[in-house]
C-alpha cells in the first residue's frame, strides 16, 4: 500500500488539487490512493515532488 493519501491530507490538498498540479484525472488519484491503479514512473516521480516527498517513503517503506 501506498501513502499518498497520508501525505496528501497532511499538505491539505485535495485529490483535485493533486491531480490537477501533475496532469491527472482526480479518479487516478483516488485509484493510486487505493490501491486500485498502478502509476506509471513518471507519475510516482510528479507525485513525489508535489508531496515533497520521494519515492520509498511514498511507496514503499514500512511505515
Request: glycine fraction near 4%; charged fraction near 35%; include cysteine.
Amino acid at each position: 500500500m501506498n501513502r499518498i493519501k497520508k501525505f496528501r491530507t497532511e499538505k491539505k490538498i485535495s485529490q483535485l488539487e493533486l491531480a490537477k498540479r501533475v496532469g491527472v484525472a482526480r479518479q487516478t488519484i483516488n485509484l493510486i490512493e487505493n490501491g486500485k491503479y498502478n502509476p506509471s514512473l513518471d507519475l510516482c516521480i510528479k507525485l513525489a515532488k508535489e508531496l515533497e516527498s520521494d519515492l520509498n517513503s511514498l511507496f514503499w517503506e514500512e511505515s
